[in-house]
């Protein structure tokens, strides 16, 4: 990538294990069978992913000053057991906008939150997008469109009733730097560079 290039879309993020997300599309399929065809754009497989910074545009000539700096924080920071379980809605069950499955600490350390505090101080000074007020970790499976009373009621009942669902547990060895590129297919995600997480110590 040269100078001349233009800005590129970036985010931060924590990959998400192939098993997870085959469950997870198995959650995707029950609640697509249950809405109207046109609800609900739907996040591919290979696209779900745990983002710690969105970024937006950045300038291809601070794209090495970025990569040392978040190399270093991932140095300073122990890999971390995750699990992913349930299923909920940004910005609630009411006015359902977005349809995720949360991710924590197996641990319950919360070390994810954290991680997701010292990537946002290690990468202020490369972005202006707002960082968010309150981190909730969690997978994007949906988006939703225009939907209507009789959908929205069918979408909460759909969340209570996976509150005792689990896609599976994995720990987090590396924190990526992914490229987004827009299309009219829908956004396509490249990975720069991987940072890996200091092993915990025993």
């Not at 992913?49 to 190399?71: I, M």
């Not at 590396?174 to 720069?192: D, F, H, I, K, Q």
Request: glycine share 6%; aromatic share 8%.
């Amino acid at each position: 990538m040269n100078a001349g290039e233009q800005r590129v879309r970036l985010f931060v993020s924590l990959s998400v294990p192939a098993e997870v997300r085959s469950n997870l599309a198995i959650v995707q399929d029950e609640l697509r069978a249950q809405l109207s065809p046109r609800a609900a754009s739907w996040t591919r497989l290979e696209n779900i992913h745990l983002t710690l910074r969105f970024l937006g545009d950045v300038d291809p000539t601070r794209l090495e000053a970025l990569t040392s700096v978040l190399a270093t924080t991932a140095a300073n920071f122990e890999s971390l057991p995750l699990v992913a379980e349930r299923v909920g809605c940004f910005p609630d069950l009411r006015y359902p906008r977005v349809f995720w499955a949360w991710v924590h600490d197996a641990d319950k350390r919360e070390r994810l939150a954290e991680l997701h505090r010292r990537i946002v101080d290690a990468t202020a000074g490369f972005t202006g997008e707002p960082a968010e007020g309150r981190f909730v970790g969690h997978l994007t499976l949906a988006r939703f469109k225009q939907i209507k009373r009789p959908q929205v009621d069918l979408i909460a009942a759909f969340a209570h009733g996976a509150v005792g669902r689990r896609f599976g547990e994995w720990t987090a060895s590396s924190v990526a730097l992914m490229r987004s590129e827009l299309s009219p297919s829908g956004s396509r995600y490249s990975c720069l560079a991987e940072f890996p997480l200091r092993c915990e110590s025993r």
